[in-house]
């Protein structure tokens, strides 16, 4: 019980430290300034602009970011996968993707699944904004386990 503890711990630890290192991978490109205002009525600015944060990430995002920070999001969804799966089985009880996407995925580097998805925005430039989640599930997943199965 003590050995399984343990591995649960690591594999949260590492969840928690991909998730933190793909953090700028979760933030979109900096807004433009307002108009400029009088010189004497405008505020002072803050030395960093702000910032918004995406809702879902789409080809749009993953065309823009580095290789660093496309792995990094992979490895967040994968790990977030792994702890689930350590946690609750092959057979959950409650209604659950992590199964398929872990069996679909099962000997697959992180590279690969980055020229999948590559692969795919390139033949697809229309489908910018289709989440990339969803191509991972649809061009990678599904493909290898079949449609859902509604219980």
Do not use: C
């Amino acid at each position: 019980m003590r050995t399984k503890r343990r591995f649960t711990t690591t594999l949260l630890s590492l969840g928690l430290a991909a998730g933190l290192a793909g953090g700028s991978m979760a933030q979109a490109a900096e807004t433009a300034p307002p108009a400029a205002k009088p010189a004497e009525s405008q505020p002072a600015q803050s030395a960093t602009p702000a910032k918004q944060e995406w809702r879902i990430p789409t080809g749009e995002h993953w065309s823009k970011a580095t290789d660093t920070e496309r792995r990094a999001y992979l490895l967040g969804i994968l790990n977030m996968a792994m702890v689930e799966y350590q946690l609750t089985g092959p057979n959950p009880k409650h209604r659950t993707t992590v199964p398929r996407l872990v069996k679909a995925l099962d000997g697959m580097a992180v590279p690969q699944i980055v020229e999948t998805v590559d692969a795919y925005y390139k033949a697809n430039p229309d489908k910018q904004q289709q989440p990339i989640i969803e191509v991972i599930w649809f061009q990678m997943v599904v493909p290898k386990t079949g449609p859902a199965k509604i219980k």
